[in-house]
């Protein structure tokens, strides 16, 4: 494809998108698209408000990437803009369900038969619920750790906070979920 070009590192891809390269620029949405999109999915539990949630990172990358100056890595800073732009999205009133799979699939084994199939969807529309009602700053902390695997540490640098109010946040939102769903323990 002419036109095209494929750099070699990090640094050099986001250094020619902040010399303007369009190329660049694409190839640093390809490079990311799926993960910005995955965490903006697992916060509003629906695929269109997850699009527009992308859709509002990656306008607010293209227009400040000028401003990266490499102090923080650059996954760090740019889940920082989508947690911002989750939050953005939460602000203005729009409907934000809570991810929830792979913390359910930590609380329950797999289901064996039919029932216990039903029991695990009656189980997740009961977690969606709760989790769906944890303050947006609770969700996310959960999000960051629990979908992206990511260290204390990494949260408090995307969430500008510090490490020691992640383990807060996400104290809290595991006591709220045991709290209101200790009745459904086994």
């Known amino acids: 494809m002419q036109g095209t070009i494929v750099l070699e590192s990090a640094e050099d891809l986001i250094g020619a998108c902040q010399r303007g ?6 190839q640093l949405f390809e490079a990311y698209k799926d993960r910005v999109y995955s965490i903006a999915l697992r916060f509003s539990g629906e695929p269109a408000t997850a699009l527009d949630i992308a859709q509002d990172t990656f306008l607010k990358l293209l227009s400040r990437i000028g401003d990266f100056r490499g102090e923080a ?7 920082r803009m989508v947690a911002n732009s ?30 216990d199939d039903l029991l695990r969807v009656e ?25 992206e695997g990511l260290a204390y540490e990494q949260i408090s640098e995307i969430l500008n906070c510090s490490a ?18 200790s009745h459904l323990k086994r």
């Open 21 to 26: 390269d369009a190329a660049a620029f694409a």
């Open 86 to 115: 989750c939050l953005d999205h939460k602000r203005r009133g729009l409907r934000i369900a809570p991810f929830v799979e792979e913390f359910i699939d930590k609380l329950r084994p797999a289901p064996a038969t039919a029932l």
């Open 73 to 79: 890595r650059f996954d760090t800073w740019l889940y």
């Open 164 to 181: 020691g109010t992640v383990a807060s946040r996400l104290n809290r939102a595991h006591k709220t979920l045991e709290r209101r769903l």
């Open 123 to 147: 189980f997740e529309h009961s977690v969606q619920s709760v989790v769906a009602k944890l303050p947006a700053e609770q969700r996310m902390v959960v999000i960051l750790r629990y979908t």
